[in-house]
């Protein structure tokens, strides 16, 4: 099934959360309201996946 988001690309769940481009801005403005800094996507696959 092709990501509802940006019909670019099958999505799976991390694309998803983390990497489809609709969300990341998304991320980024939260992060920053957060006040901590973005870590890139693979960073936070990689933290998910553990
Ligand atoms: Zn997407």
């Given amino acids: 099934m092709i990501c509802p988001l940006c019909s670019e690309v099958v999505e799976d769940i ?6 489809c481009p ?11 309201w957060w006040g901590v800094c973005w870590i890139a996507p693979g960073c936070m696959v990689d ?4």
């Fill in 14 to 19: 991390t694309h998803l959360l983390l990497l």
């Fill in 47 to 50: 933290w998910f996946v553990q």
């Fill in 22 to 32: 609709v969300i990341v801005p998304l991320w980024q403005r939260l992060c920053r």
